[in-house]
């Protein structure tokens, strides 16, 4: 794949988290003359506090003490490498569990759902903007006819990124966009849709049934698509994101995850509980709320990022 | 989905079964259940921490309530507690007492600012202010335009201009007072509780324009972060309330009682969906149920409340049939009633009373009273009120400090009261229930 991933710039984030969350590990494990609860407690608070949720915390924690165990590891510093092995394997094996070869179809058409206000919108902007750096003809689709000014937000950034868009009127079935999108891309020529739908809150039955229409309009106009359907999750959210998550992916198969705002304070430890639970995998973070601010996720570097 | 906490209290309830007072070790499960619901609805862990340290010291050495477990009261104990932490204050909305009033609205990016101050404009209009909208968003693609509908739905002015957000709402305040409209609403840029230069604009326009409130805009689905938010929007620009978000999902909203304790401030409203009149004033405790899990913990306190009477309301009911219903019975079942502190619970359990008292609801003052009288009957004025005469009836309301007009009223309510009874109790109820036969 051929996106820069600037492993500096996400530290760079991190390194806030790492210092409010992770970092204490490191302190924590540096005041310890051995393993005991106390550590094992700290150790738990620090993780709870990230957002990773009580369920993967305890999974986290009960694996470590078997580790400890297992290897008869008696010294503090030891129990980081084992932590970090740990979450790495979480993640890596739901980053495992999604194939990408979607990136192979033409067009690749992406779906990009989520709750209100995750970020979605923003982030198409900047997945336009990355695939339109790349070479590619890049279309976007206004299927949130809902919202107020919705059309007018992705306009300004259709523009700014240098794409193409297809607009919509208020209150138009978005579902009708989403074929004409599509349409308009196959005759087009374009190398990658991605279609903007309005959040919506998982519980609402009507709105996750109209997500789904949205989907299946657009495998009707063309087979397999839309290829990916990515999950936009706001980094702040708490335990709400393992039902999100869950809810999406029922209703209308999430391909990845993107996990938005983490620049801001919040940990981002929701994918980790989500990634234990569901196994989907997290493929972007937004930095910033500018059109450059996206990262592709590596699981790798997230860790150690965190660790740092 | 969320284990459901009070099926795994149930369980740990059984084992407590008969204690009689509440100690370090008979309450220590029910604590960590509860303890695991609060981290599980996001509440954040060091404010948990807090609280059940607080719980726990609360209830080691109370007595247990008859007939009900340890773990059960501890839930109660825990419920009453969080309820009074959410709505201590008053959450009335800050008026000007001259000029314009001018609200301003702040928070995260996406957090639900453009469509609160909507709904509040709404709202508000409803009862007869004139709201004007300022849109201090330059940041975000269209958010004057976003705003500019809104206003437009509900056919209200909104103000935006080419200059800096401090200089939009001082104009748009100036603009407001001009042309006498009482409410300004002022949205501003979603920002960073990290992000300085974007904070110290909110300092500024605060300072410039001075609003009655500062609301903060949170989402309820906001996980253990909540508390460095809103610590930094409290300390660098100081909030008057709380507007809480997107509670029409199925998020617990531990975020509201984090928020609530970092800041003391209190929840004023809570946005139930996208549509403008989506609003509804906060409700203290239909959050502690949702955050403890979904109304269970409120059956579950329901259910020890019935408990705790279940053994009185027996003997009750026996005496009932027997048509031997003294002020006796009655004052062992205000005695009841007080320690449970719902008068209305206490009266569904009277046998063929509560269902006819649907709606029906008691002054607590007028029970204070209605004690006092019943205190001053002697002996066998409460087993035999029929004795009770002119000169008892003087003597009566002299010693509980209330009068003859009262005293005569209580008789004669529980003349009628008995009469009630007797007359149910002469109706055939299998005849009754033919007539009700298809
Ligand atoms: N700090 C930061 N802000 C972001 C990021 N991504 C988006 N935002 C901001 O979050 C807010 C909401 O973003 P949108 O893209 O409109 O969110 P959305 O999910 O499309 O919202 P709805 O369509 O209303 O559901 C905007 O103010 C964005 O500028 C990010 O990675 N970091
Ligand atoms: N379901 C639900 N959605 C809400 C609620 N309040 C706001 N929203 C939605 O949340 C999204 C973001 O709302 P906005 O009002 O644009 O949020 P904002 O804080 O102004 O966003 P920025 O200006 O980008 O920081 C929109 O899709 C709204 O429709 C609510 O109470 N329930
Ligand atoms: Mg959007
Ligand atoms: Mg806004």
Known sequence: MSFKFSIEKLKQCLSKTKKSLFGKITEVVGLSKKIDQELLDKLEEVLLKGDVGVKATEKIIQDLKNGVKEEKIVEP???????????????QNSQTSTKMLSQESNPLIIMIVGVNGTGKTTSIAKLAKLYSDQGKKVMVAACDTFRAAALEQLSIWAQRAGVDIVKSQPNQDPASVAFDAVKSALAKKIDVVIVDTAGRLHTKYNLMEELKKIKRVMGKSLEGAPQE????????????????????????????????KLDGTAKGGIVIAIANELKIPVRYVGLGEKIDDLEEFDPKDFVEALFL | ??????????????????????????????LKEI????????????????????????????????????GQQVVKIVYDELTLILGKDSSVMKFSSSGPTVWMLAGLQGSGKTTACGKLASFYRKKGKSPFLIAADVQRPAA????????????LPVYSSKENPVKICQSGVAKAREEGLDLVIIDTAGRLHIDEKLMEELALIKKEVTPQEVVLVADSMTGQDAV???????????????FLTKLDGDARGGAALSLRAVTGKPIKFVGTGEKLDDIEVFYPERMVSRILGMGDVVTLVEKAQEAISQEEAEKLEKRLREEQF??????????????????DSILSMIPGIGGSLKGFSVDDKALVRVEAIINSMTEEERLKPQIIDGSRKKRIALGSGTDLQEVNRLLKQFFMMKKMIKDFNKMDLRKLKTMFKP
Do not use: C, H, W
């Open chain 2, 144 to 155: 004057v335009e976003q705003l500019k509908i809104l206003g437009k739905s509900l056919n």
């Open chain 2, 1 to 30: 989905m969320f284990a459901e906490l009070s099926d795994r209290l149930e369980s740990i309830l059984k084992k407590l079964r008969g204690q009689g007072k509440l100690t370090e070790n008979n309450i220590k499960e029910a």
């Open chain 2, 326 to 343: 003294s002020f006796k019975d009655f004052y062992s079942q205000l005695q009841q009633l007080k320690k449970m502190g719902s008068l």
């Open chain 2, 35 to 70: 303890r695991r619901a609060l981290l599980e609805a996001d509440v954040n862990y060091k404010v948990v921490k807090d609280f059940i340290s607080k719980v726990e010291e609360k209830s080691i050495g109370q007595e247990v309530l008859r007939s009900i477990t340890p």
């Open chain 2, 228 to 242: 460095n938010i809103a610590l930094s929007f409290e300390e660098r620009l100081g909030i008057d309330g709380i």
């Open chain 1, 229 to 260: 359907v990515f999950l936009v999750l706001d980094a702040t959210t708490g335990q709400n994101g393992i039902s999100q998550a869950k809810m999406f992916d029922e209703a209308v198969g999430l391909t990845g995850i993107i996990l938005a």
């Open chain 1, 77 to 91: 510093q030891k129990i980081i490498d084992i932590m970090k092995e740990e979450i790495l394997t979480i993640l």
